[in-house]
C-alpha cells in the first residue's frame, strides 16, 4: 500500500510521546540499570551497589546450577511448546466447525485463561496432591494409582507443563481459531472438488494459510516459557530437590530471598541474551515454513 | 442435514465437551472448596461435594475483609490502566501502521525487545524511578507503568495497515487534521482490535499482583488480589476463603469477557496476527 | 470530540479519586509495616496501638500488614528505594543483615524503658552493645500432642524427661492404629537440623563460627535417626504421604500423634483442633536443645521521626499493656514478663501445660549467626533433601554438604 506523503513530522513526534516515553522510563532505563547491576554485588538493602567487573557472570558460568536450571527451563520448552500448540489446533479446528453451540465451549474453555495465576496454582496444587488429591482420586477411580506429581522428581515438571496447559489453552486456541476463520472458505471447496481428503487439505491448504499465526504463536509461548515463574513459586518452590527450577525463580530468589541483586541482573542479561537469540533464530527459519499471501 | 452432517456435529460436540469437562474440573473444585467449611477441607476419604454446604467463605470474604473498597480500588486501577494502554498504543501503532520516519524499524524492534526482559529485574529501577516522581502509594503510580504495552502497539498496528489510505486522504482534503483523523477514522475503524485489548488488558490488569503490591502502601488502597493474598498465611492457608476471594474475584473479568467475546475473537481474526 | 472529552474525564476521575491523602492534625506521623498479626491478630495490634496513641496523643500511627510471604521483598524493594516505613518487623533470621548494612538506627535504651523486657531477647538484637532492635515477642518450640490419640493407643502421655527413644516408642504404636495416622512430625530443613544436632552433641559450625563442622559423627547420627523417622519406621509421613498438606493440617485433622512445632501455632490449634491436646518440653537426644525465635521492631536510620518510632517501639516491647494484650490474645510469649503478664499467659488455655513453654526456656539455641544464612540454609536442605529420597546416605551428604558450603562460603 502507498504511504501518505504530506509532511506530519508535528503530529508524529505528538502521537509517539506518550509510548516513548513510557519505553524510556519503563523499559529502557530499568534495562540498562539491569545491565550495570549486573557488573556489581549489590545486597538491596545496603546502600549503593559495588563494581566487581565480570564477576557475577563467571561464577554462574563457573557453578553447576545455571546449566541445570536452563536444562529444566529446556525440558520444560520440549513439553510445553509441542503441547500447547498442537492441543489449540485441535481446538481451533473444532471451533472452526460451525457446529451449533460451539460459542458456548469457547467462552467456557476461557475460564482458566481468567483465573489468576496465584488462584489457579493453589487450586492444581491441592488437586496434584499424591495422596488425597482430586486428580489422584479421579484415576483411583478407574483402577490406575497417580503418582506423587508434585513431589516425584520425575513427574514434577510434567506437572508444571500440564498446568500450564490447562491455563493457556483457551487463549491460544482463540488465537489460532482467529486464524483460521480469516482463511477464505472457497478454498477449501476447491480443494473438495479436486478429491482432496481431510489430511491433504490439512496438510497443504490449513497450514500453510495459518502459518502466519501459529508463528506468533510459537514466539509467544516461547518468550513465555524462558519467564514461566508463578505457577512454578505456588506450586513447587522449584522443589523436589531442584527439578523445577527456572531461571525466573532464580532470579526472583538470588534478588530477593538472598539479597544479591547484582547476581540476579547478570542472570536476566544472560535471560535476556537467549530470548533475543532464539527470536532471531526462529525469525530467519520462519522464511522456511511460514507462508504469507 | 443429511446423516453424516450430524454425525460430524455430535462428534465435534462430544470431544469439546470433554476436553472442558477437563479443564473445568479444577473450576468445579476450587466452588466446592469454597462451600466447604474448615474442617471438611481435609476430610479423607475426599468429599467431593461437601456434605454440609457453608456460605461461611463467602460471608467471609464479603464482610471480614474491606472487600468493597478494594473491588473499587481494582475497578478504578483496572480502567485506568486499561484506557491508558489503549489510548497510548493507538496514537503509535497510527503513526507506525501509516507513516514514514527516520528509525521506524529500529524503534519498532527496541520496542519488541523490552518484552523480554523479566519484571523481577526491572521492578527496583522502576520503583526508583516512580518514588523519584513523587508516585508511589498513588494510583497513578500504579497505573503509570500501562502507558507502554508492546502487545497492544503489535496488536493495533497490524490492523491499522489494513485501513485504507483513501479514507485518511479524503478527511485530510476536507481540511481535517491528523489528530482529528485519528478520533474520526482510526479509532471507530479501530473498535474491534480496541475491544480484543480492551479484554487482554483488562483480564492482565486486573490479575496483576506485583505493582499494586509494590507500590500501595496505604492499606486504603489495597486491590483485590494483594487482598487476597493475605489469606494466604505463614502457616496456614484458610482454602475456602481464598478459593471464596478468587471466584468473586473474578465475577467482573468473567462478565466483561462474555460480552466482549465476539468482538474478541473478530480482532484477532482481522488483526490478522501475522 | 465527544468521546475524547469522556475519555480524558474517567481517566482523570480515576486519578483524583485517589490522589487525596490528606494528613488530619497536627499529631507526628509514623509507618509501621509488619507480618506478624496477619492472619487473625490484626485486632490485637489495633488495640496495641490505641492503648499507644491514648498514653501520646501527639502520635499518629499508620499501622500496614502484609503477608508473611511477600513481606521481605516487599521491604527489601521499599528500603532500596528510599522509602522504608519509619519503624517496621523484622525477624531474627533477618535482622542481622539490616543491622550490618546500615539500615536501621541505633535504639538509645537509657531513654526509654525496658526494664521489664527478658534478658536473652534484648541481647538477641544487639550488634555489639548497641541496641538496633526491641524484640516484642519470642518463641520456642514445644512437642504437641493429640491426646485422643494417645488415650486410643492405650499409653502414658509425654513428660518433660521424654528422649527420642520414647518418642519413637509412642509414635510406633499410634503410627499402628491405622494407615492414615502417624506418630510424629519434626520436618527435615537446616532449622531442624542445627538444633537436632545440638541434641545428639553436636553442630552446625565450630564454637567461635569460623568453620562448618556439617559431617562430624555426631551430626551424621543425628541425620540418621531424623531420616530413618521418615524411611525406616516411618512414623513421619514422607513427602507423598503428606501430598502437599503442611503437618499443621495434618495434626488438625486428627491425625498425627505428636507434633514438633512452635507455640505460635497455639491460637490457631485452639480455634480449629476438635480433640483435647497439650504440650511438654521437646525431647532431645543426648541433651535437650530447643528454637528460640524472636521479632523485634527495628527504626529505620532513614526515619524523620527516630524518637516518636523509638517511643512506639519501646512501648511494643516493654510495656507491661502491650504484653498483657499479647498474652491474652495467645499470640506468642511477650518480652516483658512480668508476674501478671505470665499469669494471664499461663491462664488461656488450651494447652493447659503451659509451664512447658517456661521450662523450654533453658534449653534454647540459635543459628549460626552469618549474614548468608538465608542462601546457606537452602543449600544445605538441597543435600538434606537428597539424603531423604535415598540418593545419598546421611554421611554422603553431610560430607558432599561440607565440601560445598566450606568451599561456597569461606
Not at chain 1, 144 to 159: A, H, Y
Not at chain 1, 258 to 266: D, I, K, L, S, V
Not at chain 3, 54 to 80: C, S
Request: net charge negative; with cysteine.
Amino acid at each position: 500500500m502507498k504511504k501518505l506523503h504530506k509532511n506530519f513530522k508535528f503530529y508524529i513526534i505528538i502521537f509517539l510521546i506518550p509510548c516513548s516515553i513510557g519505553y524510556l522510563i519503563f523499559s529502557l532505563l530499568p534495562m540498562i540499570s539491569a545491565l550495570y547491576l549486573s557488573f556489581t554485588s549489590w545486597d538491596v538493602i545496603g546502600g549503593t551497589p559495588n563494581f566487581i567487573g565480570a564477576e557475577n557472570y563467571q561464577n554462574i558460568f563457573d557453578g553447576d546450577e545455571f546449566y541445570r536450571v536452563m536444562g529444566n527451563t529446556f525440558k520444560f520448552i520440549i513439553l510445553y511448546i509441542p503441547g500447547i500448540i498442537i492441543s489449540s489446533f485441535l481446538v481451533a479446528i473444532l471451533f472452526d466447525t460451525k457446529v451449533k453451540g460451539v460459542t458456548g465451549f469457547r467462552i467456557l474453555l476461557f475460564i482458566p485463561v481468567l483465573t489468576s495465576w496465584v488462584a489457579g496454582s493453589i487450586i492444581w496444587k491441592s488437586a496434584l496432591n499424591g495422596q488425597y488429591g482430586l486428580i489422584n482420586n479421579i484415576l483411583g477411580l478407574i483402577g490406575i494409582e497417580g503418582p506423587g506429581w508434585l513431589t516425584d522428581t520425575k513427574w514434577s515438571m510434567v506437572s508444571v507443563v500440564l498446568v500450564s496447559i490447562w491455563k493457556d489453552l483457551g487463549f491460544f486456541s482463540l488465537i489460532i481459531f482467529g486464524g483460521l476463520r480469516g482463511i477464505d472458505k472457497t478454498v477449501y471447496e476447491a480443494a473438495e472438488i479436486d478429491g482432496a481428503n481431510s489430511f491433504q487439505t490439512l496438510r497443504r491448504i490449513t497450514l500453510p494459510l495459518v502459518s502466519p499465526t501459529l508463528f506468533f504463536v510459537l514466539i509467544t509461548t516461547m518468550i513465555n516459557s524462558f519467564q514461566l515463574f508463578p505457577q512454578v513459586m505456588v506450586m513447587t518452590g522449584g522443589g523436589p530437590l531442584g527439578s523445577t527450577q527456572v531461571i525466573v525463580e532464580r532470579i526472583y530468589t538470588y534478588g530477593f530471598k538472598y539479597f544479591n541483586m547484582g547476581y540476579a541482573a547478570a542472570l536476566s542479561m544472560i535471560l535476556l541474551i537467549v530470548i533475543v537469540s532464539i527470536t532471531i533464530i526462529q525469525l530467519i527459519l520462519q522464511k522456511k515454513w511460514v507462508f504469507y499471501e | 442435514m443429511n446423516k453424516k452432517l450430524k454425525l460430524k456435529s455430535l462428534s465435534v460436540i462430544a470431544i469439546l465437551f470433554l476436553i472442558t469437562a477437563v479443564s473445568l474440573v479444577p473450576f468445579l473444585w476450587m466452588i466446592s472448596t469454597s462451600l466447604k467449611n474448615s474442617s471438611a477441607l481435609m476430610a479423607v476419604p475426599i468429599e467431593w461435594i461437601p456434605k454440609k454446604v457453608s456460605f461461611d467463605s463467602f460471608v467471609k470474604v464479603l464482610k471480614e475483609l474491606p472487600f468493597l473498597k478494594s473491588l473499587m480500588n481494582s475497578v478504578a486501577i483496572t480502567l485506568g490502566s486499561t484506557i491508558l494502554t489503549l489510548v497510548s498504543s493507538s496514537l503509535a501503532a497510527f503513526i507506525f501502521a501509516k507513516f514514514e520516519f527516520k528509525f521506524k524499524n529500529l524503534i519498532f524492534i527496541l520496542f519488541l525487545a523490552s518484552m523480554m526482559v523479566p519484571i523481577q529485574v526491572t521492578g527496583i529501577p522502576i520503583f526508583i524511578i516512580l518514588t523519584k516522581l513523587g508516585l508511589n502509594n498513588s494510583f497513578i503510580g500504579v497505573i503509570a507503568p500501562s502507558i507502554f504495552n508492546v502487545f497492544a502497539i503489535f496488536l493495533l498496528r497490524q490492523y491499522m495497515k489494513n485501513i485504507s489510505n483513501e479514507f485518511i486522504e479524503a478527511a485530510l482534503i476536507d481540511g481535517a487534521n491528523l489528530f482529528q483523523v485519528y478520533l474520526k477514522i482510526i479509532v471507530p475503524m479501530s473498535l474491534v482490535p480496541l475491544t480484543t485489548l480492551f479484554v487482554i488488558n483488562f483480564m492482565s490488569y486486573w490479575n496483576d499482583y506485583f505493582w499494586p503490591l509494590i507500590i500501595l502502601t496505604d492499606p486504603n488502597k489495597v486491590t483485590l488480589p494483594v487482598l487476597l493474598s493475605k489469606l494466604n498465611t505463614q502457616y496456614a492457608t484458610e482454602y475456602n476463603t481464598l478459593m471464596a476471594g478468587s471466584l468473586v474475584s473474578m465475577t467482573p473479568i468473567l462478565v466483561v469477557y462474555t460480552f466482549a467475546q465476539k468482538y474478541f475473537i473478530r480482532g484477532i481474526q482481522e488483526g490478522g496476527i501475522k | 470530540m465527544k468521546k475524547l472529552t469522556v475519555f480524558i474525564l474517567l481517566v482523570f476521575m480515576v486519578f483524583t479519586i485517589t490522589a487525596c491523602n490528606k494528613d488530619d492534625d497536627g499529631r507526628i506521623q509514623i509507618d509501621f509495616l509488619n507480618f506478624s498479626s496477619n492472619g487473625g491478630q490484626e485486632e490485637t495490634l489495633a488495640a496495641m496501638i490505641e492503648a499507644f496513641e491514648t498514653e501520646n496523643p501527639d502520635i499518629k500511627v499508620n499501622v500496614e500488614t502484609l503477608g508473611y510471604d511477600d513481606y521481605f521483598t516487599q521491604l527489601a524493594i521499599r528500603v532500596a528505594g528510599n522509602q522504608a516505613p519509619d519503624v517496621y518487623e523484622l525477624n531474627i533470621e533477618n535482622f542481622k543483615a539490616y543491622a550490618d548494612k546500615g539500615a536501621l538506627s541505633e535504639i538509645d535504651t537509657t531513654k526509654i524503658d525496658v526494664s521489664q523486657v527478658h534478658e536473652t531477647t534484648l541481647e538477641a538484637f544487639q550488634i555489639g552493645s548497641k541496641q538496633y532492635g526491641l524484640p516484642t515477642k519470642f518463641s520456642n518450640v514445644v512437642l504437641i500432642y493429640n491426646k485422643d490419640l494417645f488415650d486410643e493407643a492405650g499409653i502414658d502421655y509425654p513428660t518433660n524427661d521424654w528422649t527420642w527413644d520414647e518418642e519413637l516408642e509412642a509414635a510406633q504404636a499410634i503410627r499402628a492404629l491405622g494407615d492414615g495416622i502417624f506418630g510424629v512430625s519434626r520436618p527435615i530443613q537446616t532449622h531442624e537440623f542445627y538444633k537436632t544436632v545440638v541434641q545428639n552433641g553436636g553442630s552446625m559450625m565450630n564454637v567461635d563460627q569460623t568453620e562448618f563442622t556439617l559431617n562430624s559423627v555426631e551430626n551424621i547420627e543425628a541425620l540418621g535417626m531424623m531420616i530413618d523417622r521418615i524411611n525406616e519406621t516411618n512414623v513421619t509421613p514422607n513427602a507423598e504421604q503428606l501430598g502437599g498438606m503442611g503437618d499443621w493440617d495434618l495434626f488438625l485433622s486428627g491425625r498425627l500423634g505428636m507434633i514438633v512445632t512452635g507455640i505460635w501455632a497455639f491460637s490457631t490449634f485452639a480455634d480449629e483442633a476438635d480433640f483435647d491436646w497439650d504440650i511438654v518440653v521437646e525431647p532431645g537426644i543426648k541433651t535437650k536443645a530447643t528454637h528460640f525465635f524472636s521479632d523485634a521492631v527495628v527504626v529505620s536510620s532513614k526515619s524523620k521521626q527516630q524518637e516518636a518510632g523509638a517511643k512506639f517501639a519501646a512501648f511494643l516491647s516493654g510495656s507491661e499493656e502491650a504484653a498483657l494484650l499479647r498474652a491474652d490474645a495467645n499470640w506468642d510469649l511477650p518480652v516483658a514478663l512480668t508476674d501478671e503478664v505470665v499469669d494471664t499467659y499461663k491462664s488461656i488455655t488450651p494447652p493447659l501445660n503451659k509451664q512447658a513453654v517456661f521450662d523450654s526456656l533453658d534449653y534454647l539455641v540459635t543459628p549460626p549467626s552469618l549474614e548468608r544464612f538465608n542462601e546457606i540454609a537452602d543449600d544445605l536442605k538441597s543435600y538434606l533433601d537428597r539424603a531423604i529420597a535415598k540418593e545419598l546416605t546421611a554421611k554422603e551428604a553431610l560430607d558432599q554438604a561440607q565440601a560445598f558450603i566450606s568451599s561456597k562460603y569461606e
